[in-house]
C-alpha cells in the first residue's frame, strides 16, 4: 500500500494518466493554433493513451475517475504553472484545494461515513 491510502500502482497509473491527457490537450491546442493536422493526431493518440491506461486500475469507475481528477487537477495547475509559466489566480488554488478534498473524501469518505 502506497500514501494516502492508494496502492503505489494506483499513484503511478494515475500521475502517468495526468501527464497524458494534460500533454495530449497540450499537442493538441499547439496543432489547433497552426501546427498541423499531425501534431492534432498525435495529441489524440496520447489522448486515447490516457484512457487506456487511467483504466487499468480496476475500480468502481466512479471511485477512480473521481480519485484520478484530482490528480489530473494537480497535474493541469502545475503544468500551467511551470510548463506554460502561467500565473495562478488565487481562486483556481483554492479551487484546487476543493477538487483535491472531494478526491479524499471519495477515496476515504467510506470508511468516515460508513
Do not use: C
Not at 500514501?3 to 495526468?18: D, K, Q, R, T, Y
Not at 469507475?61 to 484530482?70: D, E, I, K, M, Q
Amino acid at each position: 500500500m502506497g500514501n494516502l491510502g492508494l496502492p503505489l500502482g494506483a499513484w503511478l497509473v494515475f500521475v502517468g494518466s495526468a501527464l497524458l491527457e494534460v500533454g495530449g490537450d497540450a499537442v493538441v491546442r499547439k496543432g489547433l493554433r497552426g501546427a498541423s493536422v499531425a501534431v492534432i493526431l498525435a495529441g489524440g493518440l496520447m489522448l486515447a493513451g490516457y484512457g487506456l491506461l487511467v483504466n487499468t486500475v480496476r475500480w468502481d469507475f466512479s471511485r477512480l475517475l473521481g480519485v484520478y481528477v484530482a490528480v489530473f487537477a494537480i497535474v493541469s495547475i502545475m503544468a500551467g504553472k511551470f510548463v506554460f509559466g502561467e500565473s495562478i489566480a488565487n481562486a483556481t488554488w483554492l479551487g484546487l484545494l476543493i477538487i483535491v478534498a472531494g478526491g479524499l473524501v471519495i477515496q476515504f469518505g467510506q470508511h468516515i461515513i460508513g
